[in-house]
């Protein structure tokens, strides 16, 4: 793997043990508990994240896309809950202009935006979306656009919408702290690039990692009333 085959990461380094203290010490609302294991990344079925890939949503379940490149694109591309509008929300502007300096902030680093719907709900079909309209978020503004408009940008921005299909089967969260490296959905377990994203935030000056940490969580604890399994790549 040639470095120019990646995205141009910046490496800042983050602390990895903040997100095993963060879930060990989480309870949801209703008090329950998270369970944390660390895996090793030769273990966890990753793949190489693609250049001029999409910031995918961390949504586990099977893609479609309008063409076989774009696809591949989204599936081998970094991955956090929400996509654009998540990323836009954690540097703490969510109004349009937040959301186009999203996408520059992101091309800089050769990545793309997205936003995603699903096969049955249309766009209304992002999960985080659903939580963020609920303002079920403690640490990030509230939602100031619609989905559409968020599509609008990233499609006006170099980026995509593509659709997740079906009903969630995820069994566990999976955040994966290697820059480099993503999984792609199989419907197994959502999926967190923190490895990828953190050092942008904190390039842009969101340097408290916890943030990525409690949107990562409220959403799973929003869309989810069972599954509490986090598993920490690295
Ligand atoms: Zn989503």
């Not at 120019?4 to 043990?17: A, G, H, M, V």
């Not at 961390?58 to 929400?82: C, H, M, N, V, W």
Request: include cysteine; charge should be negative; aromatic fraction near 6%.
């Amino acid at each position: 793997m040639s470095p120019d085959t990646q995205p141009r990461i910046k490496e800042i380094p983050f602390d990895e043990l903040s997100v095993v203290q963060f879930f060990r010490e989480r309870k949801d609302k209703n008090g329950r508990s998270w369970s944390v294991e660390e895996i090793k990344e030769e273990e966890a079925h990753l793949v190489p994240i693609e250049t001029d890939s999409f910031l995918g949503c961390g949504d586990g379940r099977l893609i479609e896309a309008s063409t076989p490149q774009i696809k591949q694109k989204y599936i081998r591309g970094p991955k956090i809950f929400g996509a654009l509008g998540g990323f836009a929300g954690l540097l703490g502007d969510a109004s349009k202009q937040g959301l186009v300096k999203a996408c520059e902030i992101l091309k800089f680093h050769g990545i793309l935006p997205a936003v995603h719907g699903d096969n049955h709900k249309g766009i209304h079909g992002c999960g985080q979306n659903g939580v963020w309209e609920k303002n079920g978020y403690s640490q990030m503004p509230a939602m100031e656009t619609t989905r559409e408009d968020i599509k609008e940008i990233a499609e006006e921005n170099g980026g995509v919408s593509v659709n997740h299909l079906n009903d969630h089967g995820e069994q566990s969260l999976d955040i994966i702290l290697n820059p480099s490296l993503t999984a792609e959905p199989d419907n197994t377990r959502f999926i967190i690039n923190a490895g990828t994203i953190l050092p942008i935030l904190k390039e842009q000056g969101k340097t408290d990692e916890n943030i990525l940490w409690t949107m990562t969580a409220e959403t799973v604890e929003g869309l989810s009333d069972t599954m509490r399994t986090v598993r920490i790549i690295r």
